[in-house]
């Protein structure tokens, strides 16, 4: 076997052996997430993932799957963007879905989304009041500009 073709399976070798992980934890976003479901009473759980359904931070309880969640979420916000534009036209914030068990909320934000689980009898009013917020502070957590500072960390007058 000559020195290019050892090379090349060499290559190959690393390149099909890479073993994914979970998202690295941020601490600033899980902060987030935990602090929504201290101010909100009867929040079950919250994840926040990209618009292509990989998640990027959870607080859920151990029985739901977080990855699984995650692209639930993201199916459920591009279908929801899709009827919205074509419906009314214009963009997509939220989609809520009650259901007999409790209500789940997709908060659409830049390329993120905040999905929150709620009990039947939660105060959706004040859901959307504490979430919405939640979701703009996630988003600019996670978005980082070209000089590799965070969006929040900028000082502009565009206000």
């Known amino acids: 076997m000559t020195a290019r073709k050892r090379l090349l399976g060499d290559l190959m070798g690393r390149f ?3 073993t994914l992980s979970g998202p690295e934890p941020n601490a600033a976003v899980l902060a987030e997430l935990k602090a929504l479901r201290d101010r909100v009473p009867g929040l079950i759980g919250a994840l926040v993932a990209s ?3 990989l998640l990027i931070e959870h607080d859920l309880p151990a029985h739901i799957e977080p990855a699984g ?5 993201a199916s ?3 279908l929801s963007h899709r009827l919205a534009t074509t419906a009314v036209g ?4 939220e989609v809520v879905v009650r259901g007999t068990g409790g209500h789940v909320v997709v908060y659409g934000v830049d390329w993120t989304s905040l999905t929150v689980l709620a009990e039947p009898d939660v105060n959706v009013g004040r859901l959307h009041l504490e979430s919405r917020p939640a979701a703009r502070a ?3 957590h996670l978005t980082v500009t070209p000089a590799g500072k965070h969006s929040k960390d900028r000082t502009s007058n565009t206000d």
Not at 69 to 73: G, T, Y
Not at 90 to 93: A, K, S, T
């Open 16 to 18: 099909s052996k890479v």
């Open 51 to 53: 618009s292509d359904g």
């Open 69 to 73: 969640m995650a692209a639930l979420s």
């Open 76 to 78: 459920q916000l591009a």
């Open 90 to 93: 214009g963009g997509f914030h």
């Open 138 to 140: 996630i988003a600019d």
